[in-house]
């Protein structure tokens, strides 16, 4: 893997690292949500889910949908969906592997 790529790679997670932008992408993980619908559904200002979503879109992690005068956010591609929806299921794993004993 060459430098660039981990950095691309390691600035995604940066992005994704933090709540409000992890959520905001969530958010428009199965539907297409217009920043309004994004900004309820996260408890944040719309000024801030624009923001945010400036920057998802800037990591090609949320692409963008005009309809009207509307504008719809949706998770970029399968590769985003499937990345967040593994983790949401890792994380909620319950099974604990049991610690290895050193000797």
Sequence with gaps: MTNDRAFE??????LLGDPTRLRIVLAC????ESVGNIA???GASPSLVSHHLRLLR??????????GKQVYYTAADEHVR?????M??????????PELETS
Excluded: N
């Design 88 to 97: 949401v299921a890792h994380v909620g794993e319950t099974e604990i592997e």
């Design 29 to 32: 993980l199965d539907t297409a």
């Design 40 to 42: 309820l559904s996260v």
């Design 58 to 67: 800037a990591a090609r992690l949320v692409r963008a949908e005009r309809r």
């Design 82 to 86: 499937c990345i967040l929806v593994d």
């Design 9 to 14: 790679i390691a600035e995604v997670f940066r």
